[in-house]
C-alpha cells in the first residue's frame, strides 16, 4: 500500500513537471526574438570581456598556456554567473509573470503543486542555459582557438548539479517572497551584484581588501565559485577541498529545505488571508 502510494505521488509529480517543462518551453519560443537575444547577448558578452582582459593585461598571459588558463577561469565564473542570473530572474518572477498574463489565481486555485510549476522552469532555463554555455565553449574553441579546461570533469559536474539544485531552492523562495513583495526583481539585482564582486567570479576573493572580505567568507555562493575553478582550472581554494565539498551539500540541503519551507509558508498565509501581493 505505502509503495503504490509513492509511486502514485511521484508519477503525479513527474506529470505536472512535465506539463509545465511543455508549457514554459512553449511560451518561451513563441517569441524568436528572445531566445534570439539570449543566445547571443551573454556569449558575445562574455567573449568582449575576454578580449579587454586580454588587451589590458597582456603581460599577464604572456606564458605558453597562460591565456588559455585564464580565459577557463573567466569562463567557470561566467558559467556561474549565468546560472545565477537566469534561474533567480526567472524562478523569483515566476509568481509575478504570472500574475501579469492574468493566470496567477488559477495557478494558486487548482490542485497542482506551485513547486512542480516553478520546477518546470527551472528545467527550461537548465536547458537554455547548458545550450549558451556549450555554444560559447565552442565559439571559444573555434574562433578564438582556445579550449577551456576542465581537469577534474567529475567534481566539475557534482559541483555544477548541486548549484542547481540550491538555485531552485533560491528560486523557489524568492517566487514565495513576491507573493508578499512584488518588487522582489529589485532584491534579485542587489544580490546578483554583491555576488558578483564578493563571490571571486572573475577574480579572487582574497584580492578584497579588509574588512570587505569577511563578506566573501560569509557568503555560501564563493564556496561553489572557489570549488569549481579548482576542480576545472587548478586555482588555489580558501579552504580545504574537501571541506569546501562538504559545505555545498549542507548549502545546498539548507537552500532547496529552507526555500520550499518558506514558500509553502506564504502560500498557505496569503491564501488564508485572500492576499497575493503588495504594490
Known sequence: MEISRNSSLF?????????????????YYRYPSLV???????PLWFVLFVLAANLFTSTTFAAP???????????WGFVFLTLL?????????FMVSEQAVGTLEQI???????????????????????????????????????QILVLNPLPVLLIVVLLEVALLGAGVLLAGLSLRIRS???????????VMIFSGVFFPPTA????????SYILPTTYFVDS???????????????LELGLLFVFTIGFFLGGLYIFKAIERNAKKRGQLSFS
Open 208 to 215: 578584497i581588501p579588509m574588512p570587505f572580505q569577511i563578506i
Open 108 to 146: 494558486l486555485l487548482t490542485p497542482a503543486s506551485r513547486v512542480a510549476m516553478i520546477a518546470g522552469r527551472w528545467v527550461r532555463v537548465m536547458v537554455t542555459d547548458l545550450l549558451v554555455m556549450g555554444g560559447t565553449a565552442i565559439f571559444l574553441l573555434v574562433v578564438i582557438r582556445t
Open 184 to 194: 522582489v526583481a529589485i532584491y534579485i539585482n542587489y544580490s546578483w551584484l554583491a
Open 85 to 93: 542570473s537566469t534561474n533567480l530572474s526567472s524562478l523569483g518572477q
Open 65 to 75: 598556456g597562460s591565456f588559455e588558463r585564464a580565459v577557463s577561469y573567466f569562463f
Open 228 to 242: 569549481v575553478k579548482y576542480y576545472a582550472v587548478g586555482t588555489p581554494t580558501l579552504l580545504p577541498p574537501t
Open 36 to 42: 534570439v537575444g539570449d543566445a547571443l547577448s551573454l
Open 11 to 27: 508519477s503525479k509529480t513527474f506529470t505536472e513537471l512535465k506539463g509545465a517543462f511543455v508549457k514554459d518551453i512553449r511560451t
